[in-house]
T-cell receptor, first 113, second 111 residues
Framework: IAGITQAPTSQILAAGRRMTLRCTQD?????MYWYRQDLGLGLRLIHY???????GKGEVPDGYSVSRANTDDFPLTLASAVPSQTSVYFC????????????FGQGTRLTVV | TQLLEQSPQFLSIQEGENLTVYCNSS?????LQWYRQEPGEGPVLLVT?????EVKKLKRLTFQFGDARKDSSLHITAAQPGDTGLYLC???????????FGKGTKLSVKP
C-alpha cells in the first residue's frame, strides 16, 4: 500500500542522546515535511524539503537537523535530546507545493527523560 | 507570519446536533484545506477549497471558503459519534508554500 512509513512508532530516550526518526515515502512526492504536535500548540513545522537535495527551516528548527539525499527518505535527527523535545512527530509529503493534499505518516511518539 | 485561528478549541455535543467550526486569518490564502485526525493516527485530508465563496459538501459536512479567501468554516449536520476527532484547517503559507495548520478543534459526539 502506497504511503508514508515512520519508524520507530514510539521511543523513550535519555536526555543528551542522539536519535534519528526515519521517514520513507513511496509516492515519489517532491515535498516532504516534519511536524511536531503538542497539546495546545497544534502541528508546528520543524523542517521541510521541496525537492531532493534541498532543505529548509520551519517554525521550530532548533535542536533538529534533516537531510534529503533522495526523493523517498527524509530522516530527522535530534543531536542531543532535551525533555522539551518530548512530542509526537509526524512526517508528511505532498506532490507539489500549492493546493495539493498532504499525506501523513502514523507518527512517532518520543519521550525524552 | 501567517496564522490560522480555529474556534472553538473544544466541542462536546449530543448525537443529532449541528455544529460549525471556524478557521480565520488576517492573511489571504491560495487555498485552505480541512483535515481530520483520529487518536494515534496522522491527519487525513477531507477537502480543499480554492475559490473565494466556494462551498463543498461531503455527505453531512459542508465546507465554505470566505469571499476574501481569509477564512473558512466547516458545518456538520446531524453529528454522529463517528464524527468524533480533531479537525484541523491548513493553508499554504509563506514564500515556500509550506502547509501551516490551525491548532485544531477537538470534537466529541456523544450517543
Amino acid at each position: 500500500i502506497a504511503g508514508i512509513t515512520q519508524a520507530p512508532t514510539s521511543q523513550i530516550l535519555a536526555a543528551g542522546r542522539r536519535m534519528t526518526l526515519r521517514c520513507t515515502q513511496d509516492m515519489r512526492h517532491n515535498a516532504m515535511y516534519w511536524y511536531r504536535q503538542d497539546l495546545g500548540l497544534g502541528l508546528r513545522l520543524i523542517h521541510y524539503s521541496n525537492t531532493a537535495g534541498t532543505t529548509g527551516k520551519g517554525e521550530v528548527p532548533d535542536g533538529y537537523s534533516v537531510s534529503r539525499a533522495n526523493t523517498d527518505d527524509f530522516p530527522l535527527t535530534l543531536a542531543s535530546a532535551v525533555p522539551s523535545q518530548t512530542s509526537v512527530y509526524f512526517c508528511a509529503s505532498k506532490a507539489g507545493r500549492l493546493n495539493t493534499e498532504a499525506f501523513f505518516g502514523q507518527g512517532t511518539r518520543l519521550t525524552v527523560v | 507570519t501567517q496564522l490560522l485561528e480555529q474556534s472553538p478549541q473544544f466541542l462536546s455535543i449530543q448525537e443529532g446536533e449541528n455544529l460549525t467550526v471556524y478557521c480565520n486569518s488576517s492573511s489571504v490564502f491560495s487555498s485552505l484545506q480541512w483535515y481530520r485526525q483520529e487518536p494515534g493516527e496522522g491527519p487525513v485530508l477531507l477537502v480543499t477549497v480554492v475559490t473565494g465563496g466556494e462551498v463543498k459538501k461531503l455527505k453531512r459536512l459542508t465546507f465554505q471558503f470566505g469571499d476574501a479567501r481569509k477564512d473558512s468554516s466547516l458545518h456538520i449536520t446531524a453529528a454522529q459519534p463517528g464524527d468524533t476527532g480533531l479537525y484541523l484547517c491548513a493553508g499554504d503559507g509563506g514564500s515556500q508554500g509550506n502547509l501551516i495548520f490551525g491548532k485544531g478543534t477537538k470534537l466529541s459526539v456523544k450517543p
